[in-house]
């Protein structure tokens, strides 16, 4: 602690000293990013001036030619590199690439997602960039939205608490920033439409958005990022209350803010709230924004901003004290402690493989089971469908497929584990038949495509079990993608049904970016496992695990839509008193959040309580025995859920409290414990006011986040 202290003490004389000798062109350059693909010449131009602050997307090879004429520069502060290492260091062909956020949100495995941010962060850092714009923290509910992909899911505790996570492992050691983003309710744009106005009230930003940035604040992140959108009219670019009074203030988050891509010419362009970029420029960093990423006007537009005084030099020194600090903690100012580099060879290495195989197998969800899974020693497999050997559909977004150049011809393709790849080593090559059978295309799908249907069936019938990799691609999933229909599209269903036809085993595996409407396609499946963007080892893990040599542990952060339009269907909703639900759609979804099997079969005590009464500050214990019923061993999350029975404000139906993953061996049995604290049963008032009741709560536990065990508790 007085290490810590001393040395922010040391950090703050030092930046006091560098601020002390800025012009306040230097101090401006600090405060832009600018971008790889931007203009040529442009770039060169403010390269060789070596003051500006920050580059992104330059990959590792490049980055020297950045970095010298800064060294050279009057005060030789060094750039600092960030980069899109959304799942792993993906743009870069080599580089571990993880399952998708929301994959690895389905482990419920803080540990492990901790241990996926500090692989992520060893490779950044081996290629010698510094910062990830990384996790993202916005709450995964409306499905047409494209980038529900790079979310956690749908529940406020799980993408804290995965968040929090992942920045500890980002910034272990401090070997790279991490940027929590997007801030704040971006993922709420309406009809899931990107970046679009968010018609959210600031109380339902408290009851459900801001938590996870308040996690990343304590979990001490270096920098968030502002999202492209508005908040009931108002652009998040230009809002004082929320990037300041909020976020800086109320939060404490003392790490810098950086635009999103190209936000202050939205302001101008797209959402028409400055006349011109200038203005732009003034607004947004008076609002609290402290880096502009992408838009090179503003480098000038500030500076000339301050010089007529519309722009108060405190709010530019605050801007660069938060990047030097930055700087600072990465080693990267003069005479501050370097950071210990990890050597290039950790890239892709056998330790961080054996990290995402773990990632992977923990990710992937069984979502149904007749009694056909595990399949053990089947004689033959037909491995068929449109993602079962589609490495850029498995991937999903930001790996080098989709960002910045898509160059799928220069894929590595036989280092990653697609399904048909896995199968082929799990089964033996020589078991196993494959055909593609359809595309994933909305219309027309083509002259052959009857032909490649018939040789689909026909390897199926030729098969004892049949593996069907269905799901969404690229074109259909990702940022700039959203959907009105998150459907599985083209003959996807139609080739389920043929193929159920002729053989009775039917296993479909989806590769996908999100969960999409099953209502049909599930009476076609004897099992049905959802692996949505698996990353290199995907294959490998859905091969093991439906083979019976691994067991299943995800369960899922999101809950699978009803029907096509019936969303959002997260699942803490509130209660309905008339009306409420569709008449042509049952509203009862068989794939919830919290929900996933596994070859384990465990049964629940009831929960009990230490006590059955608590004070407002007090606390309570709540326990509940799991026991493995099976002859399998098998991990279990074990899910703690809350409701205050009455209160004046309506309350979700019940809210994840707390949650812990455990590993009980066969025939065992555990005893999990959930320590509350009754000041987290609260809610909001009208006002915004945090309040807890007294009176009777509701704790519902559960394995399945179908069947729930239930206790009482009285607040006194
Ligand atoms: C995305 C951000 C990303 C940035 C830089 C934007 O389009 O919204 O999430 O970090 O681009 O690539």
Not at 145 to 154: A, H, L, S
Not at 285 to 296: E, K, P, Q, R, S
Not at 323 to 328: F, N, Q, V
Not at 622 to 641: I, W
Request: with cysteine; net charge negative; glycine share 10%.
């Amino acid at each position: 602690m007085a290490n810590t202290a001393a040395r922010s003490a040391e950090v703050e004389k030092k930046i006091d000293e560098i601020l002390s000798k800025m012009t306040i062109e230097e101090k401006v350059g600090q405060m832009q990013q600018l971008a790889a693909n931007m203009d040529a010449a442009k770039l060169d131009e403010y390269r060789k001036m070596g003051t500006i602050g920050s580059f992104l997307h330059v990959l590792g090879n490049d980055t020297q030619k950045y970095i010298e004429p800064a060294e050279k520069s009057r005060l030789g502060i060094k750039p600092i590199f960030g980069i899109d290492a959304i799942h792993g260091h993906a743009l870069l062909k080599g580089a571990t690439v993880f399952p998708s956020q929301l994959a690895a949100a389905c482990t419920f495995d803080e540990q492990l997602v901790e241990k996926m941010g500090e692989v992520t962060a060893k490779e950044v850092a081996a290629d010698g960039l510094d910062w990830v714009f990384s996790p993202v923290l916005c709450m995964g509910r409306d499905l047409r939205w494209g980038r529900i992909d790079e979310t956690f899911g749908e529940d406020t505790e799980v993408v804290a608490r995965l968040g929090a996570a992942i920045i500890k492992g980002y910034q272990k050691d401090g070997l790279v920033a991490a940027c929590a983003k997007h801030y704040i309710a971006y993922g709420e744009a309406t009809g899931g439409r990107d970046a679009y106005d968010s018609q959210v009230t600031e109380r339902r930003v408290r009851e459900v958005l801001l938590k996870p940035f308040k996690a990343a604040a304590d979990a001490e992140v270096m920098s968030v990022m502002t999202a492209y959108g508005s908040i009931d009219g108002k652009p998040f670019t230009t809002s004082r209350k929320w990037l300041t009074d909020i976020l800086k203030e109320e939060l404490g988050f003392n790490g810098l803010i950086v635009t999103d891509w190209d936000n202050y010419k939205a302001l101008v362009h797209g959402q028409r709230v400055c006349e011109d970029l200038c203005e732009a420029c003034k607004d947004g960093i008076l609002a609290g924004n402290d880096m502009c990423m992408y838009t090179d006007v503003f480098y000038n537009a500030a500076i000339e901003a301050v010089k007529n005084g519309e722009i108060p030099m405190s709010a530019i020194d605050d801007s660069v004290r938060r990047i030097l600090r930055m700087k600072a903690r990465l080693g990267l100012l003069d005479g501050m402690p370097a950071r210990k580099l990890p050597p290039r060879s950790v890239i892709g290495c056998a330790e961080h493989v054996a990290v995402n195989y773990e990632v992977a197998k923990e990710s992937a969800v069984l979502l149904k089971n007749n009694g056909v899974l595990p399949l053990g020693d089947v004689k033959s497999v037909a491995v068929i469908g449109p993602n079962a050997d589609d490495v850029g559909a498995q991937y999903g977004d930001w790996t080098y497929y989709s960002h910045p150049n898509p160059n799928p011809q220069a894929t590595p393709k036989d280092e990653v584990y697609t399904l048909l790849k896995g199968v082929r080593e799990v089964f033996g090559d020589a078991r196993v038949t494959y055909a593609k059978g359809c595309v994933i295309e909305d219309g027309d799908c083509g002259a052959d495509s009857d032909k490649a249907m018939d040789e689909a069936v026909a390897c199926a019938k030729a098969a004892d079990v049949a593996v069907v990799v269905i799901g969404d691609r690229l074109k259909y999933n990702g940022e700039g993608k959203d959907v009105a229909q998150p459907i599985l599209r083209g003959r996807q269903i139609e080739l389920l049904k043929r193929v159920k036809a002729v053989n009775d085993k039917v296993v479909a595996v989806l590769v996908n970016g999100k969960p999409l409407v099953l209502s049909e396609a599930e009476g076609y499946c004897d099992a049905i496992v959802e692996t949505f963007n698996g990353g290199d080892m995907c294959g490998l893990a859905a091969a093991r695990l439906i083979k019976g040599e691994e067991n299943f542990g995800g369960k899922l952060p999101i809950s699978f839509p009803c029907g096509v339009g019936s969303g959002p269907d997260y699942y803490n909703q509130y209660d309905y008193w008339h009306g409420g639900r569709y008449a042509d759609v049952k509203h009862e979804n068989p794939y919830p959040f919290g929900f996933g099997l596994s070859y384990s079969r465990f049964e629940y005590s009831a929960p009990v309580l230490s006590a059955g009464k608590a004070k407002r500050d007090g606390a309570v214990r709540v326990s509940v025995t799991v026991k493995n019923a099976s002859d399998v061993d098998g991990k279990e999350t074990v899910q703690l859920y809350f409701r205050d029975r009455v209160c004046k404000m309506l309350t979700p139906v019940r809210k994840l409290l707390d949650f812990k993953k455990v590993f009980i061996g066969a025939g065992e049995s555990k005893t999990v414990t959930f320590d509350v604290a009754v000041a987290d049963l609260g809610y909001y008032d009208e006002n915004c006011v945090y309040t807890v009741d007294a009176g009777a709560f509701d704790f519902y536990v559960s394995g399945d986040g179908i069947n729930f065990g239930h206790a009482e508790l009285i607040v006194e």
